[in-house]
Structures are given as C-alpha cells and as structure tokens.
T-cell receptor
Framework: NAGVTQTPKFHILKTGQSMTLQCAQD?????MSWYRQDPGMGLRLIYY??????TDKEVPNGYNVSRLNTEDFPLRLVSAAPSQTSVYLC?????????????FGPGTRLTVT | AQSVSQHNHHVILSEAASLELGCNYS??????LFWYVQYPGQHLQLLLK??????LVKGIKGFEAEFIKSKFSFNLRKPSVQWSDTAEYFC???????????????FGQGTTLQVKP
C-alpha cells in the first residue's frame, strides 16, 4: 500500500490565484481530513469527510473540497491569500474502527506571495 | 470548545536524560488520546494511543504515556532519550460529535524536543 499520498510537495502561488492540492489513499478509509500545520500552532482541521459524498467545513472560507469517491480528497484554494501560507497535511482513518487513529500524508508546503 | 494543551513548547535534553511532556485536554467523558511524532523531514506518525483499558500505554521506541482521567492528562514519558528522538511531538484527542467520538482530531500546539549528543 502507498498509504496517503499528496501532490505537489512544494508550490508557490501568487495572491488571488487558485490551485488544487491532491490527496489520495489506498487503504479504503472512510474518514479523510485536511489540516494545516503552522509553527507554534499545532495542526488545525480545515475540512473533514466522513464518507464519499459528504464534507464538513471547519474553518470559514478560502477553501473548498470534494469527495467524489473513497480514495480522493482534493483541497482547493479558491483565491489564495498570504495567510494561507502553510504546510497542508491530508489524513485518513477507518470509519468503523475506533479510536480512529489517523494516517498522514507527507504534506504540501505552500507559499502565497 | 474542546481543546488540547501542551505545556512545553521547546525542550532541550542531553542523551540519557528522562523525558516527560505534558498534555491536558479540556473535557470529561469517554476520550481517545494520541501522541504523534514528526521526525525532521518525515511524515507525522503515531507514537501511541489510548482507547480503553490499562491507562498506562506503551508505544514505539520505548515511549509510554499515562492517562489520568481525574487530571484530564495524557503525559508522554521516556526513561532515557536518544539523539534520534529529536523531533516534534503532538498530543491529540478525538473531537466529540452528537453521537460520541468522531474521526476528527484536535491537536495541541506541539513540543519540539532537541536531544544533544
């Protein structure tokens, strides 16, 4: 199994541009999440999906997701702002197996100039 | 709102010293608790977890943690650290939903551990 994969690894974006961060998992996990990781702030949940076809937004605006199937959970930055400079981590976990420990991808380091 | 607090933001130890990193969470009831570790340049990975049963849990690489319900704490310990333990450590708890614990995790701020050889 490849586990959780993310692309790209690094990207520089200009303010106002949009882009999609890709995330895929091959473990048939039901739960998938996006976090952002900033120094001194830990990880903060951005979006969450309990199953294909469902998503929950955890932070206001600036991001969008889709969960069309079990494997993929892309995160879209609609109109990038410098405040969205961060490391973005995608994670997945089994839906029917507590305690729902999460498996993380390698992350995408995004800089918005 | 649920929260997780890690008391130490940056810890510097010499090899063979003992380690204890503090973690407190904000609510009672049934909890699932985790410690994750991120070694330089690597993925975040699970160090250990508490789900139920024995409150003293053992993880990889000689780490252990003790769940103390009355103190809302889940402190991480290691009797003798090595240079290779240099990493960032995160405590986390499942977020609560309407029907119990969810697949969402709430993380603490993280503790950077630097071990001097």
């Amino acid at each position: 199994n490849a586990g959780v994969t993310q692309t790209p690894k690094f990207h520089i974006l200009k303010t106002g541009q949009s882009m999609t961060l890709q995330c895929a998992q091959d473990m048939n996990h039901g739960y998938m999440s996006w976090y952002r990781q900033d120094p001194g702030m830990g990880l903060r949940l951005i979006y969450y999906s309990a199953a294909a076809g469902t998503t929950d937004k955890e932070v206001p605006n600036g991001y969008n997701v889709s969960r069309l199937n079990t494997e993929d959970f892309p995160l879209r930055l609609v109109s990038a702002a410098p405040s969205q400079t961060s490391v973005y981590l995608c994670a997945s976990s089994y839906r029917d197996q507590a305690p729902y420990e999460q498996y993380f991808g390698p992350g995408t380091r995004l800089t918005v100039t | 709102a649920q929260s997780v607090s890690q008391h130490n933001h940056h810890v510097i130890l010499s090899e063979a010293a003992s380690l204890e990193l503090g973690c407190n969470y904000s609510y009672g009831g049934t909890v699932n608790l985790f410690w994750y570790v991120q070694y330089p340049g690597q993925h975040l990975q699970l160090l250990l977890k508490y789900f139920s049963g024995d409150p003293l849990v053992k993880g990889i690489k000689g780490f252990e943690a003790e769940f103390i319900k009355s103190k809302f704490s889940f402190n991480l310990r290691k009797p003798s650290v090595q240079w290779s333990d240099t990493a960032e450590y995160f405590c986390a708890v499942n977020a609560r939903g309407g029907s119990g614990n969810t697949g969402k995790l709430i993380f603490g701020q993280g503790t950077t551990l630097q071990v001097k050889p």
